[in-house]
């Protein structure tokens, strides 16, 4: 009996070590979670006293990046992978009067892209939300760089995930009224002569009279993650999922269910370029979540 409570235990701490070790090091050396969502690296990027929202990793797992809410407005943190040990998180886009959030790295990762208010003079209140980006230099990023016309208007633009060929899908509400403004749809647009064409509203299928940005398109465009507010909801947003059909089309979206939503805002989603891990915002909380989840919505 004794022997066979040693045994038990011997093989708990390898399946733990395992657990913690598959990534390499990579993840900010977590250990990996299983079909249930869990806290991503509580007390060091989800915190009790801060909003934690939009993340994205490098293609190695060696970056990080995540939006916080502070409470006055809202900032960019990154931590990057140094030998055997992840580096404190630092802020590293930010500014006493505009926000910045939701950062998303173009897919040959010279480019962070992200929103904010701030005006395309850089002076003055906080104006709708734009889609922006830095260029990767050689200490850090560049200053703030507007993505254009062909992209943001006079409204709302929020989110941004691309395509492994560079199509940008991101959420707008352009095409509403006033006292609507709460109505954002979905779109997808090109990247084609170092521009971004004209963007494309997805079809019904995705798109509602109800409230959907958030918008994370996997690398192959086989399906999108977004959240949406809708009667038949779970909580304050929930995230839904739709796959790409053969003849291009989009299957009717469907709530992600109990397993991912719940009476809170789930939003904020991304999937690793490994394809292993589900990432969301949750009260107030960034989340994992083993991304074979996502076969039982199929």
């Known amino acids: 009996m004794i022997f066979r409570q040693y045994l038990w235990i011997a093989l708990l701490l390898v399946a733990t070590d395992y657990a913690y070790s598959q990534n390499n090091g990579t993840y900010l050396k977590q250990k990996a979670p299983g079909t249930t969502p869990e806290i991503f690296a509580p007390g060091i990027i989800s915190n009790e006293d801060e909003y934690e929202f939009g993340s994205v990793f490098s293609k190695n797992a060696e970056e990080f990046f995540y939006g916080v809410d502070t409470g006055n407005r809202a900032e960019i943190r990154y931590t990057r ?23 998303f790295l173009s897919p040959d990762e010279n480019r962070l892209y992200y929103i904010s208010n701030r005006p395309l003079n850089g002076k003055g209140e906080g ?18 760089i507007n993505a254009g016309p062909n992209i943001n208007t006079q409204s709302n633009e929020y989110y ?17 009224t006033q006292d609507e403004g709460h109505n954002f749809d ?7 002569n170092n521009e971004f064409q004209k963007p494309i509203k997805l079809s019904t299928a995705i798109n509602t009279k109800a409230y959907e940005a958030d918008v994370f398109v996997a690398l192959d465009e086989s399906y999108v993650i977004f959240c949406a507010t809708r009667k038949d909801g779970l909580g304050r947003g929930d995230l839904y999922i739709s796959f790409k059909q ?9 709530n992600m269910g109990a397993s991912i939503n719940t009476k809170n805002h789930e939003l904020c989603p991304f999937v690793s370029n490994d ?6 915002t949750s009260n107030r909380d960034i989340y994992w979540v083993d991304a074979k989840i996502l076969d039982s919505y199929r």
């Open 160 to 176: 941004i995930s691309f395509t492994a060929e560079g199509t940008m899908y991101f959420s707008s509400n352009k095409n509403t």
């Open 81 to 103: 992978k140094e030998k055997d040990s992840w580096t404190t998180p630092k802020i590293i886009v930010a500014h006493e009067v505009y926000g910045f959030n939701d950062p």
């Open 275 to 280: 394809g292993k891990y589900l990432f969301y």
């Open 186 to 192: 979905i779109y997808s647009a090109t990247y084609r």
């Open 246 to 254: 053969e003849d291009g089309s989009w299957t009717k979206a469907k």
């Open 127 to 144: 104006k709708d939300y734009d889609i922006w980006y830095s260029v990767r230099e050689k200490d850090g990023w560049s200053s703030p």
